[in-house]
């Protein structure tokens, strides 16, 4: 089975600031990874897809890149609303594994 | 408006079954492959299954912790997405959401129904 590995698990940051968010796939997934946002009590919302493609109405200041085993997303510009846990997932072989979430927290 | 919505989650008892919907309106199932995942209270996100579609013979995938026990099935004549659950334990206990997982532009997810396994 593909083990995802995302870090870091928790990371404090203030508006404006850009941040990058790291899976690494213990096998080559070439670019089958999306990348997700949830905020609590409410259902993760895809952001990102095939590594690099953003979600229609998903703001521009998310961008995912890499393929492979190396995944970022990165945040350019943070707003309040996008501070929540992010999750990366896996779709090219079975099982498909979830990263072990990261969660943004305002500094 | 493109939405999935979930229902049939509840309170059963270990050892029981519970089959669990969801409802696609606002865009044709028919054409997408079809995920479950679920998440436990206070974890992350755990893939449970996946059905294919009908041009790919309706193939179905689980994670091992639910093979044997869980069933994936669909009806696209009526837009519906389902999963059987059976001889549930405790660490079925989570919010199960139904979604199109892959690759597939949508990305579509339900809002969840929670399942709670308890005596």
């Known amino acids: 089975d593909i083990q995802m590995t995302q870090s870091p698990s928790s990371l404090s940051a203030s508006v404006g600031d850009r941040v990058t968010i790291t899976c690494r796939a213990s096998?080559?997934?070439?670019?089958?990874l999306g990348w997700y946002q949830q905020k609590p009590g409410t259902a993760p919302k895809r952001l990102i897809y095939?590594?690099?493609s953003l979600q229609s109405g998903v703001p521009s200041r998310f961008s995912g890149s890499g393929s492979g085993t190396e995944f970022t997303l990165t945040i350019s510009s943070l707003q309040p609303e996008d501070f929540a846990t992010y999750y990366c997932?896996?779709?090219?072989?079975?099982?498909?594994?979830f990263g072990q979430g990261t969660k943004l927290e305002i500094k | 408006e493109v939405q999935l919505v979930e229902s049939g989650g509840g309170l059963v008892q270990p050892g029981g079954s519970l089959r669990l919907s969801c409802a696609a309106s606002?865009?044709?199932?028919?054409?997408?492959?079809m995920d479950w995942v679920r998440q436990a209270p206070g974890k992350g996100l755990e893939w449970v299954a996946q059905?294919?579609?009908?041009?790919?013979?309706?193939?179905?995938e689980y994670a091992a912790s639910v093979k044997g026990r869980f069933n994936i099935s669909r009806d696209d004549s009526k837009n519906l997405l389902y999963l059987e659950m059976n001889s549930l334990t405790t660490e079925d206990t989570a919010v199960y959401y139904c979604?199109?997982?892959?690759?597939?532009?949508?990305?579509?997810w339900g809002q969840g129904a929670l399942v709670t396994v308890s005596s």
């Open positions: 095939a590594a690099s």
């Open positions: 606002g865009f044709s199932l028919s054409d997408h492959y």
């Open positions: 997932l896996q779709y090219k072989s079975f099982p498909y594994p």
């Open positions: 059905i294919k579609n009908k041009r790919n013979s309706y193939t179905t």
């Open positions: 096998q080559d997934i070439r670019n089958g």
């Open positions: 979604a199109d997982c892959g690759s597939h532009p949508s990305g579509i």
